[in-house]
């Protein structure tokens, strides 16, 4: 609820910036990658839950590596469909697994050369839809109940002062 908040603030400040043809392109697999990521969760032992945090940390660590390095790599391949399928799958399955989602749609969105302001404005778009899908699946693995939802009511005015400093 917390990001909720956060993406509300964003897409209040920078809605105007959003690109939706972007939106519309990553919701189908990112949505499969959530349902994929809460089945994970249920499944994936908890002695083996931070190893595969790690492993998705890594892999994008690498593709950023390889696409800051060797760009002429990633000329062709950031306008794919295989490619925009295949990051935001990942994506939809690390938001489910560890609110992780950021520096992968990040990469995506730097690789396809999106603008500053389509960027934060179609980000937040797209996180805030995302984060609202997700709130039934967090729920029901306990992600979410009255303690967290009244931590998260302290926090969110440092969210507010957060976006007007952002911004």
């Not at 295989?82 to 950021?102: E, K, Q, Y």
Request: proline share 7%.
């Amino acid at each position: 609820p917390l990001l909720i908040w956060g993406d509300i603030c964003a897409v209040t400040a920078f809605r105007k910036h959003a690109q939706w043809s972007l939106i519309w392109r990553m919701l189908p697999p990112t949505v499969v990658g959530v349902i994929l990521g809460y089945f994970l969760m249920e499944q994936i032992p908890a002695q083996r839950f931070g190893p595969v945090i790690g492993a998705i940390v890594l892999c994008m660590a690498l593709l950023q590596a390889a696409r800051r390095y060797r760009p002429a790599l990633f000329l062709s391949v950031p306008h794919t469909h295989g490619f925009a399928w295949t990051m935001g799958g990942v994506s939809g399955i690390a938001t489910m697994l560890a609110n992780a989602a950021g520096p992968i749609m990040a990469l995506y969105f730097l690789a396809i050369n999106v603008p500053k302001y389509a960027f934060v404005g179609t980000s937040a778009t797209f996180f805030l839809i995302i984060n609202v899908f997700k709130v039934p699946f967090s729920a029901s693995l306990g992600l979410i109940d009255m303690g967290s939802l009244m931590f998260n009511v302290v926090l969110m005015p440092c969210v507010v002062a957060g976006t007007f400093l952002g911004r």
